[in-house]
């Protein structure tokens, strides 16, 4: 009684609900091997072995090794049904949410009655989605957003008789319109370019709410040399902000630190938002700086956060789990497109350590303070730009100074002055001055 519309989008939900499952399963499958590897590796060990910087060593107390050893078999039975789920097909999915399902058992707790969690709950499993089509009027003929924000729906056959309009569609009473990006989708829908619509129900505010979405296309990837030519901004990330450093494409720092703060915590939605309003003060700084290019360190903490990789250090693994790298990489590289920069990834190692050791103290003035992470910033630049952490590079020869070239590796060929002497290292400012300047 269905039509192929709607019928598709019921569908196309549904399978995009499995397919996000799947990925959490098989992530969960690598969560488990690793850590069954890594309780292997410290049970196979004498107890007391000391461990390495690659590898963990034994564990300190035959009490320990027992209970590692029972949850080591717990581990080993839940990756067998996980492969077992994973090759057979099967997942599972809560419409609606576990999280706001178990929040039925705790509704003192969460502080909710029984007629609110069930309109949350209602509210969450009612969708009315649809796909764009390119060549279509205004970019989707099932739900469709006119340039004024008149907002009508095509009914299903069985529902034909509802429709107050031509054709058998509904036009809603209430227009629609959009602060952000409305430009680019009043251009996009102009065009007759496919648009994707979802309307859904705000509980808390009694709202309803028209999203608006749409696919860009791939990313164009550009040589290094042409992201380097007006310089980087480095970029560390950390628990709960970002720390960023523009430099010059000699490597040279300008100007002073920034940081952009976000808040991990409470609900996903709101996680995300955080997340997306810094990526974007962070790049609209890069659009006025006028660089091409953002360079982050490529974090990857999926088999280093887990409970038998770092032991009892806690504290340790929740850092390392609220750093947001997943997201970050989805979100930056394609809001960074669309701002014309590009994104460099570099290698994480040693960039806190060495940029706190060679930047952090030199960059200290009465009016700037730097930390750790803006230093690590400093040296995450320098290496996308191609250039050594350190300030400068090792003398040349005594025997011939041009022989190994000049040890500077700041100064482009044509700077004034690339070719002095290093000041001597003191307690006071280059050539003498002392920091307060009398």
Known sequence: MSSSRIAGAITKATHDQWALARRCQAAHIQNLAAGIRTLRHRLSLPVGAPGTKRAAGGYRSKNEWFHKSRRLAALEDRHTAAVAEWRAGRVRVVRG???????????????????????????????????????KRFGNETIRVTPDGEVSIRLPAPLAHLANARHGRYT????????????????????????????????????????????????????????????????????????????DRHGNP???????????????????????????????????????????????????????????????????????????????????????LSIVAVDPAYTSLWGGQHWQKPLVTPHRTMSRHDAAGIAIGRRALGHPVRRRTAPPPHDRSNRAGHRTVQAGPGARGRKGTRPPTTDHAPRGVPPSGK
């Open 254 to 340: 300008v100007g002073g630190p920034h940081r952009f703060p976000y808040d991990l915590t409470g609900t996903a939605a709101h996680r995300d938002a955080q997340i997306r309003h810094a990526l974007t003060r962070l790049i609209n700084w890069a659009v006025r700086a006028g660089v091409a290019a953002i360079g982050i360190e490529n974090l990857d903490f999926t088999a280093e956060k887990t409970r038998e990789k770092h032991g009892r250090r806690k504290r340790f693994r929740q850092l390392i789990s609220g750093i947001p790298t997943g997201k970050l990489k989805a979100r930056l590289v394609s809001m960074a497109a669309e701002q014309g």
């Open 172 to 247: 809603l009473a209430s227009t629609v319109a959009f602060a952000h990006r409305g430009a680019e989708w009043a251009d996009r829908i102009t065009a007759h370019r496919a648009v994707a619509y979802r309307i859904h129900l705000n509980v808390d505010r009694g709202r309803w709410y028209l999203t608006a979405s749409w696919q860009r296309p791939a990313v164009r990837t550009v040589p290094l040399e042409t992201a380097r030519a007006r310089g980087m901004i480095g970029v560390d990330t950390n628990a709960d902000h970002f720390a960023a450093y523009r430099l």
């Open 97 to 135: 949410g576990k999280r706001l399902l178990n929040t039925r058992h705790h509704l003192a707790q969460a502080q909710l009655t029984e007629d609110q969690w069930r309109q949350r709950w209602e509210a969450e499993r009612w969708f009315l989605a649809a796909d764009g089509e390119s060549g």
